[in-house]
């Protein structure tokens, strides 16, 4: 018999439904406009289980743009137009974030080894720099310790993985507020902490700002990026890399730090560029992601980072 209760739920039901569709709508429809006249195009590739969105562009040697947690493609917009003038340029969103989709299990370390080096097998002819923020950097440091012969370069921009994490204790707050409850309210203050002048690079960034913050919502609800982070940030974002592993680093190695990162702190750049000998280059004005943020300033560190390495002398016998 059905009573009255249950027409309630069955209702109640839909509702949520309805909701979650124009969630997903509105999601995808904030994506579509974010890549709208940007300088790339989009295609899928099927990468160690993960059905991955790559976007990719221009000509000449190429970079591979990894970002950071709960992040995406997207998020390297403000470079993007600047780096295909002279290289190829190849932006994937990581597994279970963006537009990349997980079969199976959560990726873990050993999965995500495979699906970077399948990455570069697909839409690389010869070895990338590869350009990594956040928890891309921890990935990137531990791939290029291990497969150095694939890597070109290494550029780790406000990384994980290089020294304990110990964030500032208004954005771990910040922090676990979203991961609590996935709002307006909490994202704005997770925001405030990653950036020095939220309300400025709003205001340079216009619409696409408001874009951003929708999609980044919008995954943030999502339970593949859920399970995922819950994956991959205690293996390899939260860990700190043995430094046996990254001496074993052969490749040029370049550290580009916000001077006010909250989330790292640049002691632990600075800490990393002294033991390693890699060089560190600091922008001004900018937080936990210098290429949103200062993005003139952070190309002018990256194209430092990728000129060519002068050649010692040869000595004369």
């Known amino acids: 018999m ?9 209702a109640a039901n839909r509702q949520r439904d309805v909701k979650a569709r124009t969630r997903r709508s509105a999601g995808e429809i904030a994506r579509e406009r974010l890549l709208t006249g940007m300088p790339v195009t989009e295609r899928r590739l099927e ?23 709960a992040e995406f493609a997207a998020c390297w917009m403000r470079v993007i137009p600047d780096l295909v003038r002279a290289h190829r340029v190849v932006v994937p969103d990581l597994p279970g974030h963006g537009a990349s989709a997980v079969a199976g299990d959560p990726p873990d370390a050993v999965r995500m080894a495979a699906w970077l080096g399948e990455l570069i097998e697909r839409t690389c002819a010869s070895p990338p720099a590869l350009v990594a923020h ?31 994490f110990r964030p500032a204790p208004r954005f771990t707050f910040a922090m676990i507020g979203v991961m609590v ?21 709003r205001e340079q960034l216009g619409e696409r700002a408001a874009l951003l913050e929708a999609y980044a919502l919008d995954r943030a609800r999502s339970p593949g990026q ?21 001496v074993r680093i052969a490749v040029p ?7 006010h990162d909250r989330q790292v702190r640049l002691g632990v750049a600075q800490a990393a560029s002294a033991r390693y000998g ?39 016998p």
Do not use: N
Request: glycine share 10%.
């Open 181 to 201: 409850r996935q709002t307006e309210h909490t994202q704005e203050r997770l925001f405030r902490q990653c950036m020095v002048d939220l309300d400025g690079y």
């Open 2 to 10: 059905i009573t009255t209760r249950d027409h309630e739920e069955a």
């Open 253 to 259: 190695t370049t550290l580009i730090w916000g001077r």
């Open 278 to 316: 890699w060089p560190l280059h600091v922008i001004e004005y900018a937080a936990d992601d210098p290429a949103a943020e200062q993005p003139e300033a952070f190309l002018r560190a990256l194209s430092a980072s990728l000129a060519p390495v002068p050649s010692s002398p040869r000595r004369q």
């Open 47 to 69: 990468l160690a289980g993960v059905s991955t969105a790559v976007l990719e562009g221009g000509d000449g040697p190429p970079v591979l743009l990894l970002h950071g947690a």
């Open 134 to 164: 956040g928890l891309g950097g921890a990935i990137a440091a531990r791939f290029a310790a291990g497969h150095g012969d694939r890597v070109a370069r290494l550029v780790l921009a406000d990384s994980l993985g290089l020294g304990r």
């Open 226 to 246: 859920k399970a995922s982070l819950r994956s991959l940030m205690p293996e390899l974002g939260l860990r700190l890399i043995p430094p046996a592993e990254l």
